[in-house]
């Protein structure tokens, strides 16, 4: 285990602003912290001694002597990052004082039915770590988003990925990794990456879409991620609006997922192409992925039949916005996801959708915008389920009598 997670409560704080803040003074943090400032100083120090924190220059001046900048050591502490979503998977090697991936893989992972998926999972995280060439105890824990329902307090997916054990997902890969391992849902892992590095920082009501083969909701609600009585909040994908009768892969009907996703847009994009309708969309196979980039790249180039095959999609997902937007009233709607590659194509017609279903009162002071982060607030949001845990109560973990970590957020 990292030395990082057996220090004291105000250490573990101490790393925490720093992975967020990058560098802070000892002022800065006895006041984020509410601790004196001897006592802040003194465990700057222990954490200079144990090579965890450097002194990164001086603060600017506010006319008295410049204060020390402090940050956190590079090449010191590492997080691993799993961001999954039902076709895909990315782990990354995040570097705990940058913030980013100093290594990266990324593998085709079918969720659905599929038997072997954690047996692939543990095999791909196997490869990752040996290939990062970082030792194990440099790690500080495993942030794992995922899609489905996910009981977080039990490290459960109940959707996908299941073990053949007793153990939980959560509990059989710390088993095997030897880590602490945070489990949580892929879209509220986005809005965790999404208000902890871009756009939604320090906005207290926003709404996060998730835009990808599905369409998730990460809300923030009063500056903290919610996640409702059984952590299930921000189900936007299974909203029942739709008159298809499509059957629902959460076997119910009429959801927004079944006519508004990029698998939906991808399979459409298929479609026309056997049709000899869109015979310019140069694809190699028939992967959903691939269908649905180049629909996105071709989109921003300017072809109109795939920007309608989008602004549908947009469309409908807005339609399903403005339900939520006169129940929550956000300051925020924020689109990220894989779609957020081509956002500025998608706020029109979600615009429009809003000013068409919603009460203008409840819309104004509303703002519509896309993540500047893309599809990497996914893994930065799993490394921030890590860095957040050191704040947290402790619980049992590993198999390893007496040995704790901390909970998730």
């Known amino acids: 285990m990292h030395k990082v997670a057996i220090y004291s409560k105000l250490k573990r704080n101490i790393f925490e602003k720093l992975y967020y803040e990058k560098a802070l003074t000892c002022s800065d943090l006895s006041a984020l912290l509410d601790k004196s400032i001897p006592l802040v100083a003194k465990a700057l120090a222990e954490l200079k001694q144990d090579e965890i924190v450097v002194i990164d220059g001086h603060a600017d001046s506010t006319g008295g002597r410049k204060a020390l900048l402090y940050k956190l050591k590079p090449g010191m502490t590492y997080i691993l990052s799993v961001a999954m979503d039902q076709l895909y998977t990315t782990l990354s ?4 004082s940058q913030n980013h991936a100093v290594f990266m893989q990324r593998f085709e992972l079918k969720l659905l039915n599929n038997d072997e998926a954690l047996s692939a999972l543990i095999s791909a995280i196997t490869s990752t770590l040996e290939h990062s060439g970082i030792r194990r105890d440099q790690f500080l824990g495993m942030g794992l988003g995922m899609p489905g329902f996910i009981n977080i307090k039990k490290g459960v997916n109940q959707s996908y990925v299941f073990t053949n054990s007793t153990l939980s997902l959560r509990d059989h890969l710390e088993q095997v990794f030897q880590m602490p391992v945070f489990i949580d849902n ?5 809005a965790l990456g999404e208000s902890k590095f871009g756009i939604a920082r320090g906005k207290t ?10 369409v998730g909701l990460g809300m923030i609600v009063d500056g903290k991620l919610f996640r409702g009585h059984a952590g299930y909040a921000g189900e936007l994908s299974h909203i029942p609006i739709s008159d298809n009768n499509i059957l629902c892969e959460c076997g119910k009907r009429g959801c ?10 991808a399979l459409k994009a298929l479609q026309l192409i056997r049709e000899g309708k869109l015979e310019h969309l140069k694809i190699s196979t028939h992967s959903i992925e691939e269908a649905a980039y180049a629909v996105m790249k071709l989109a921003a180039q300017g072809d109109q039949l795939c920007i309608e095959l989008l602004s549908d999609m947009a469309y409908k997902i807005g339609k399903a916005l403005a339900i939520l937007v006169h129940i929550i009233n956000p300051e925020l709607v924020l689109l990220s996801g894989r779609a957020s590659e081509v956002g500025r194509l998608l706020m029109a017609p979600i615009q429009q959708a809003l000013n068409t279903y919603s009460i203008p009162r409840l819309m104004e002071g509303v703002e519509l915008d896309v993540s500047t982060l893309k599809y990497n607030a996914y893994s930065m949001g799993a490394a921030a389920l890590v860095v957040n845990s050191l704040s947290a109560a402790k619980r049992e973990a590993i198999n390893e009598p007496g040995r704790t970590v901390e909970a998730a957020p």
């Not at 892929?186 to 986005?190: G, L, V």
């Not at 009501?205 to 599905?214: E, T």
């Not at 927004?256 to 847009?265: C, D």
């Open 186 to 190: 892929d879209s509220s892992t986005i």
């Open 205 to 214: 009501d926003v709404m996060v879409v998730n835009i990808s083969w599905g």
């Open 93 to 96: 090697v995040m570097d705990a």
């Open 256 to 265: 927004l997922e079944t006519e508004a996703s990029l698998r939906v847009v």
